[in-house]
């Protein structure tokens, strides 16, 4: 069974229009984690929560935003969302605590900008 | 951040051992080493972690040099369903969690 998951696999907005992208996970785990893949490059991290700490990586366009409503869900909006913004996205999370405890990821969520 | 780097793309033939090499020379000394791997249209999946002794599981195993400046992956028998983009990535202590930094990533190619 998916532990984390994101909805939609895959998204289409148009130039400008804000978007929101949603993870939810069964995980009970307490960070949770975005990141941006563009194609042929690696994963780049946005933000993470920890709990309902948020934290932004400093290269991180202000048009990028997170909201953590509970310890299950998280969501990335993009305000104006831009032709360079077409990405796929990554939900990950796990234990901040725990040393041994791997990443779990989504399927990631493929934007597309018309 | 602490950096790592991978060659582009390796190839291997299938049944055979797999070495995947990483250099992460200004790695710190809290800094764990991860490995994942990311099939098409899939996230990233873990294959294995390490902070200073070598480690096995069951899908891989990781060499740490003595000096924590490199790594290698090691596949022990690759098939073809280990073709992927394998990460190494570090795993860095901030703000009391983790984060983790991505290496380019290796593509691995197997042959039949």
């Known amino acids: 069974d998916a532990m984390v998951i994101q909805n939609p696999r895959y998204q289409v907005t148009q130039f400008g229009k804000p978007v929101t992208l949603s993870c939810s996970q069964t995980?009970?785990?307490?960070?949770m984690y975005w990141y941006q893949q563009k194609s042929s490059q690696a994963p780049k991290l946005l933000f993470h929560?920890?709990?309902?700490?948020?934290?932004n990586e400093a290269d991180t366009p202000d048009n990028f935003q997170s909201r953590r409503p509970n310890t299950s869900f998280c969501f990335l909006d993009i305000r104006s969302p831009g032709l360079g913004d077409a990405a796929m996205y990554l939900c990950?999370?796990?234990?901040?605590?725990?040393?041994?405890?791997?990443?779990?990821f989504g399927d990631g969520t493929r934007l597309s900008i018309l | 951040d602490a950096k790592t780097t991978q060659p582009n793309s390796m190839e291997s033939n299938e049944e055979e051992p797999v070495h995947l090499p990483c250099n992460h020379s200004?790695?710190?000394?809290?800094?764990?080493i991860h490995w994942y791997r990311q099939l098409p249209s899939q996230g990233p999946e873990y294959v294995i972690h390490?902070?200073?002794s070598n480690v096995n599981n069951r899908m891989a195993s990781l060499a740490i040099a003595e000096d924590r400046k490199s790594s290698t992956l090691i596949l022990h028998r690759a098939t073809l369903r280990d073709a992927a983009v394998y990460y190494c990535?570090?795993?860095?202590?901030?703000?009391?969690?983790?984060?983790?930094?991505f290496g380019t990533g290796t593509r691995l190619k197997v042959l039949a």
């Open positions: 200004t790695i710190s000394g809290t800094d764990y």
């Open positions: 990950a999370t796990n234990f901040g605590t725990v040393s041994n405890q791997p990443q779990h």
């Open positions: 995980l009970n785990h307490n960070v």
């Open positions: 990535i570090l795993r860095e202590t901030t703000s009391g969690t983790y984060k983790y930094i």
């Open positions: 390490g902070l200073t």
């Open positions: 929560y920890y709990d309902k700490d948020f934290n």
